[in-house]
């Protein structure tokens, strides 16, 4: 996720003049996929039970390192001199960073949670997949397209660049099965938290919705090319 946020900041930014605003947006859309709700269904599909909690890896990762660091970019572009310690404030004092980062350290922990409070969060978490896939389906719906090569790049990022990169990484270091879910969880097109945070800072950027879209639609064929080449690689 790092290198691909790192690789289409750093195009957006010096190959194509974007503003640090939004290229820090099209690069959480080229390098956060769509693992809680895209992701999920397909893992659950395609390996056993055991494999979701890679999805909550990921989910973790991308909430507590990708979110963080574009809204620290975000944040510190918005135009007005604020010291360094307001921006990060400004950026991490949030319920979309503080939530996982508890979330996260009260699992570490190993407390278990109050026998209601977890039954709350059971039923939750069965309907939370559906539902995201219906936020995403509300937010591409209302998109408008502009294609530009930039676009294409970082798309091309998102569903080529990085579940390359990610067997690269997780074959010489994984297990053949659970370097499949990791590949699997990175060839998910891109979520929908860039064009949610462009609507927040006031970034009129067509194409970081673009972006989403065509990513989506790519997806039809690059994530099925991603499970049938990684087809051999093993069972969970």
Request: aromatic residues 4%.
């Given at each position: 996720?790092?290198?691909?946020?790192?690789?289409?900041?750093?195009?957006?930014?010096?190959?194509?003049?974007?503003?640090?605003?939004?290229?820090?947006?099209?690069?959480?859309?080229?390098?956060?996929?769509?693992?809680?709700?895209?992701?999920?269904?397909?893992?659950?599909?395609?390996?056993?039970?055991?494999?979701?909690?890679?999805?909550?890896?990921?989910?973790?990762?991308?909430?507590?390192?990708?979110?963080?660091?574009?809204?620290?970019?975000?944040?510190?572009?918005?135009?007005?001199?604020?010291?360094?310690?307001?921006?990060?404030?400004?950026?991490?004092?949030?319920?979309?960073?503080?939530?996982?980062?508890?979330?996260?350290?009260?699992?570490?922990?190993?407390?278990?949670?109050p026998p209601l409070l977890d039954s709350t969060l059971t039923l939750l978490g069965q309907g939370a997949s559906g539902t995201a896939l219906f936020l995403t389906g509300l937010v591409l719906s209302a998109q408008p397209v502009q294609l530009a090569t930039n676009v294409g790049v970082a798309a091309a990022v998102k569903n080529v660049l990085q579940p390359a990169l990610t067997a690269l990484l997780a074959m010489p270091l994984l297990d053949g099965a659970e370097a499949r879910v990791a590949v699997m969880l990175m060839a998910v097109p891109s979520g929908a938290f860039g064009v949610l945070f462009a609507i927040r800072y006031n970034v009129a950027s067509v194409r970081v919705g673009t972006t989403l879209i065509v990513s989506t639609l790519l997806s039809v064929v690059t994530l099925t090319a991603a499970i049938l080449l990684s087809a051999g690689w093993g069972r969970i």
């Open positions: 996720m790092l290198l691909a946020f790192a690789v289409t900041y750093a195009m957006q930014k010096r190959l194509y003049g974007a503003d640090r605003r939004e290229s820090a947006l099209l690069a959480l859309t080229a390098s956060g996929p769509n693992v809680g709700s895209a992701g999920l269904p397909i893992v659950a599909a395609l390996f056993s039970r055991s494999a979701s909690i890679s999805v909550a890896v990921a989910v973790a990762v991308a909430a507590i390192v990708l979110t963080p660091l574009a809204l620290l970019l975000l944040e510190s572009a918005d135009g007005s001199r604020r010291t360094p310690v307001a921006i990060v404030n400004g950026a991490l004092i949030k319920p979309i960073v503080i939530a996982p980062v508890l979330g996260l350290s009260w699992s570490l922990a190993g407390i278990p949670l």
